[in-house]
């Protein structure tokens, strides 16, 4: 979930609200690289090298379609005369996860959490390569967090986001709201 947003005389505004696509339409490795392995790997004690290497390519491709969807999306926000200053990416506790190969493989629901994992990773590539700085954004403390950096309530900021909702159009589901919030945030500790 994408959504260009700027603080303007001290009021928010959604820009833009899209999805960033990290796997391509019918690009079964693109949309789930560690299911593959994870499909390759039955009943194997580990990774063969050809489920390293699918996982490779499938990350290759995530990488490279977030990146080159994250430029349509900057240059979508220059046409309304906007330059990206901060991205905020949602992250989770997941941080002691290392080898997302070895992980996904011991347990078939593992592979969910690297999959989305996975995707996290392809948004940093993404923000590198179009040269955006960004700061990562605990998706549990959020609210805390915006409470403290915005000094507004948390029914404050509920109340704020719902309007923006109206603004942005649909849908605008919690998902939406989560990173709208990010956002906010995000540009409110860069000032």
Known sequence: ?????????GEPRVLLSTFLKTSADGDRLSLEPYGVAFEMA??????????VAAVAEGRRRQDELA???????????????RAPIIAALLVNRAGWITDLLKYSL?????????????????LRFAF???????????????PGVAAETL?????EIDARLKMLGV???KPWRKEQKLACLAAWVAIAGKR
């Open 67 to 81: 990146a080159k969807v994250l430029e349509g999306f900057i240059r979508e926000l220059e046409k309304a005369g």
């Open 42 to 51: 039955a009943g194997s004690p580990g990774a063969s090298a050809q489920a």
């Open 167 to 169: 603004t942005a159009g």
């Open 151 to 155: 000094r507004m309530s948390t029914a």
């Open 128 to 142: 590198r390569r179009c040269g955006i700085d960004a700061v990562e954004l605990d998706e549990k403390t959020l």
């Open 1 to 9: 979930m994408a959504v260009g947003f700027s603080v303007d005389e």
């Open 106 to 122: 011991a347990f078939a629901d593992h592979v969910p959490v690297a999959e989305g994992l996975a995707v996290r990773e392809a």
